[in-house]
């Protein structure tokens, strides 16, 4: 059985690093095909992709959030952990990670719960 | 930056027929996924692969894809199925994911 779960700050101030953690068990991120994602949801609005690692430790990330995000994994920890610079209070989400598979395309099948981070002084 | 399009709203009685469209111009070479979110939970795919039911997601959830337009449908809507549905799929470039704007759908 997959799961995953996130954890990390519930309050961070602008300017700060937000880094958020995604602990998973059910799966190797090791194996050929699987991947995990980042994914967020401002109160209210739409969900949004941020970033992506590939099972290879391939990385691919927002555009309009590049610059300030950073994806790494922690095989032995089943971990996968999202950096994300220079915080602003629009970056106040729920930010979720999601366990990715290839079948024809890459996709989300399976997310954790979500965790609200709120960026405030 | 790629996007994709959905209305924001749509509203059935219940046992009616729900449909939620979501356009994108790479949706004719890439499959489209559905995604159900209740209020306060964490999103759930419904369709994979235009047409493709998981597991444990009941029969009257469907999907087409035709063109640039994706269609999810609810076939004979419940009162359970009051949820936001966010569309999905890669950009023509297969590197970079994209959701679409959400529909709230509303059964009464």
């Known amino acids: 059985q997959i799961t995953l779960k996130e954890s990390g700050p519930t309050l961070v101030k602008p300017t700060q690093t937000l880094t958020l953690t995604c602990t998973f068990s059910g799966f190797s991120l090791s194996t050929n095909g699987v991947g995990v994602g980042w994914i967020r949801q401002p109160p209210g609005k739409a969900l949004e992709w941020l970033a992506f690692?590939?099972?290879?430790?391939?990385?691919r990330y927002s555009p309009s959030l590049n610059r300030r995000l950073t994806i790494t994994k922690d095989t032995s920890k089943m971990q996968v952990v999202l950096t994300m610079t220079n915080v602003d209070p629009v970056d106040t989400a729920t930010y979720y990670c999601?366990?990715?598979?290839?079948?024809?395309?890459?996709?989300?099948?399976?997310w954790g719960r979500g965790s609200l981070v709120t960026v405030s002084s | 930056s790629y996007e994709l399009t959905q209305p924001p709203s749509v509203s059935v009685s219940p046992g009616q027929t729900a449909r939620i469209t979501c356009s994108g111009d790479a949706l004719p070479k890439k499959y489209a996924y559905w995604y159900q979110q209740k209020s306060g939970q964490a999103p759930v795919l419904v369709i994979y692969e235009d047409n493709k039911r998981p597991s444990g997601i009941p029969e009257r959830f469907s999907g087409s894809s035709s063109g640039t337009m994706a269609t999810l449908t609810i076939s004979g809507a419940q009162v359970e199925d009051e949820a936001d549905y966010y569309c999905?799929?890669?950009?023509?470039?297969?590197?970079?994911?994209?959701f679409g704007g959400g529909t709230k759908l509303t059964v009464l």
């Open positions: 690692l590939y099972w290879n430790d391939d990385k």
């Open positions: 999905y799929s890669p950009d023509s470039t297969g590197n970079h994911w994209v």
């Open positions: 999601a366990h990715a598979k290839l079948n024809g395309n890459w996709y989300f099948d399976l």
